[in-house]
């Protein structure tokens, strides 16, 4: 194996701590930190010398919450991500149905609302362009699914169509069926969605595991493994390419809880949590639970009515008393459980879940994380920290962009959007913070998310920066210190996918999972438009640029 010397660096150590110098590589693992010329005397023949030019070498940055096979097969089909325009998605759709005739059913991701009047597109913009197939594209949040009058017509989908828990299908005033489906609303399209082709799920990964290591990615969390309204199931996928040697990050596997099914379905996640665990880099201990949907869409769940007169509190995707019974008994069997809480009724109902099964079981269980946390109920703040739950934040999105400053803020009402993402509230009353992209639903850039958790400001490189977000901060009380959205991608983040002793730190003994940036960002500027330089998995080089 290589040995690598990693030269004239500013090294992040982990916990603020930065220092001039360098890394030496061997056999997988750090051998040394340390100065320029205590290294090079420790070096042997064959080492491959790494001039970082002043550029910050860093632990390899660990994404918790990531759902790489939808944000992979987005790569592989219609991508509507890097266009925010609706002219744009109309030639982009037209050209990908023109060179695949051979598709009965046409799918892709990555749309954004706010490029349409009111809100959403509408089926007759999709009927325009494709008439004869249906068309099915899911929004860039997962929230939402845009199909054409065929694909409704197929599903057997009619104007008269009830709304589901949980989920709405979008309607206009004369009751209409407009062509967008909202969240668990989506399951009646299962019957014409089509199963993916064989290996399609094993291509995804390995498409969004390029872009990932491009962006200093080298641990990730696959926050929905098993089958899901987000998706088919990518377990054995997982296990393919491990067993393959294609699985160059390392990854937590967070298993789907099934909402439809009970306690009966543990023995299931157990067997998967062992089947993970004979394989190298891969785990599988964690439990994901949806507790409710989003802001957006009136399905975040809140403590009082929605300020936009609806009369609405949104869905506890599953009764808090048996959401703490679920999660007592996967802490009992040694689960950690990643639970989605957006609104300040499912933060509270989560927390108390968890302080439930902290109750039953003693403290000492899982490492309980809660994502997301567009509200959060000035009540709970100190809650994190007494219960040991991870605060699990999508820095990227604490901004002001057009569609949260339009749509989102005036249906949250005055005072919840003062507590919109708290995130520095939630660390000075003591909680542990990792980061996470979401990805598809924005990009999983680190750099980015560290820049918007900084500064509470759009990237500069964004290209859905709209409205004032690059000017006008959301909420600047709440931008975190530097060092803690560094560690929330490093070593905080190891500690809460239990890979704290081995990675997420530069120092002698850790496996050499590295990201050098082609500058130095220890003063927190630039953040937004550093690039990597070059992506390390236990010392093996798996992106250069
Ligand atoms: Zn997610």
Redesign the pocket.
Known sequence: MTSLHFTNARLYLGDGVWRDGGVLVRDGRIAAVGADDELAALRDPGTELRDAAGGSLLPGFHDT?V?PPMAGSSLLGIDLMPAHDAGEYRRVIAAYAAAHPELDTIVGVGWYGDVFPGGFPTRELLDEVVPDRPVILTSHDGHGVWVNSRALEAAGVRDDVADPLGGRFVRDAAGRLTGVLLDTAVQALAAITPPPPPGFLEEAILAAQQRLHSVGITTWHD??VGASELGPDSFDSYLALAARGELTARAVLCQWWDRDRGLEQVDDLIARRARAAEVPGLSAGVVKIMQDGVIENHTGALLEEYADGSGERGDSFIPPEQLKTIVAELDARGFDVHLHAVGDRAVRECLDAVAHARTVNGPDGGRHQLAHLDVVDPADFDRFAALDVTANAQLLWARTDTEIVERKLPMMGHDRATRHFPFESLRRHGARIVGGS?WP?SDPNPLWAMHTGTTRLAPSTDPHATGQALTEPLLAAEALPLATVLDAYTGTAAWVGRVEGATGRLAAGYAADLVLLDRDISDGRGLDTARVVETVVAGVTVHRA
């Open positions: 919450h759902h926050a929905a979401d639903v």
